[in-house]
């Protein structure tokens, strides 16, 4: 019931591509939506979150599209660059967060 | 700048040792949270707390310990009953009570390995 399923693992695109990233979850209960982007060493940093009574949110690069019913979300990063190649983690939750296993992203120049 | 500060960021543990990993916020966050990054196995929570003087295990507590004596520090003891513990070990704060839907802050972590 806690589990966030993230695929794919890794993910290659070439710069400007698009690469998406897709998260499934199993709590109904869950209301809060994060991903997190995290480069090697580092902590992980918030880039966008969404609330389940939205279906999209978009901030600059990066859209959150939300499918209640199917209980998945997915992150698009949009014109990607060769700086945005790092580990992406979804996350849900209600009073803590779980979070999926990752995806590595190599945005290619 | 307002943070969250980890130290040290590398720390080796002897058999048998118990080691403590430090984190400060500045925020003013009334939540912090442990995690544990394993390559390939996303971030586990370990312990967290809402208030001062009070925690709670998360999904993988053993042969863990903390405290929250101050609202700006959550130090987490690692004990020797942690047979496992060579990870990345991540502190985060959130506003408000609980964190789930509050966003979350990390520090920039503590590798920790054994000697």
Redesign the interface.
């Known amino acids: 019931q ?1 589990q966030v399923k ?1 695929s794919p ?1 890794s993910l290659i695109v070439q710069k400007g591509g698009i690469p998406i990233i897709n998260c499934a979850y199993e709590n109904t209960a ?3 939506f ?1 991903w ?1 982007q995290q480069f090697p ?6 880039l966008i ?1 969404i ?1 389940p009574d939205v279906s999209e949110k978009k901030e600059g690069r990066f859209t959150i599209s939300f499918n209640k019913s199917a209980k998945q979300f997915s992150l698009h990063i949009m014109d990607s660059q060769p700086g945005d190649s790092a580990t992406y ?1 979804c ?1 849900a ?5 779980t ?4 995806t590595m992203l190599l945005v290619s120049p | 700048d307002g943070g969250i500060t980890q130290s040290p960021k590398y720390l080796f543990r002897k058999e048998g040792q118990n080691v403590t990993l430090s984190c400060e916020q500045n925020l003013n966050h009334d939540a912090m949270y442990w995690y544990r990054q394993d390559p390939g196995q996303g971030l586990r929570l370990i312990y967290y707390s809402q208030i001062v003087n009070d925690f709670q295990k998360g999904d993988i507590a053993e042969g863990y310990s903390v405290s929250r004596e101050k609202k700006e520090s959550f130090p987490l003891t690692v004990t020797s009953a942690q047979k496992n513990p060579t990870a990345f070990y991540l502190c985060a704060s959130s506003t408000y009570g609980t964190g789930g839907n509050q966003p979350q802050h990390f520090g920039d972590g503590t590798r920790l390995s054994i000697l």
Do not use: C, E, N, W
């Not at chain 1, 060493?41 to 918030?46: C, E, H, I, R, Y």
């Not at chain 1, 939750?93 to 967060?97: I, P």
């Open positions: 806690q993230q693992q869950f209301d809060y994060p997190y060493g580092k902590g992980p940093a918030l979150a609330r983690f996350a939750g209600y009073s803590t967060l979070f999926g296993k990752g």
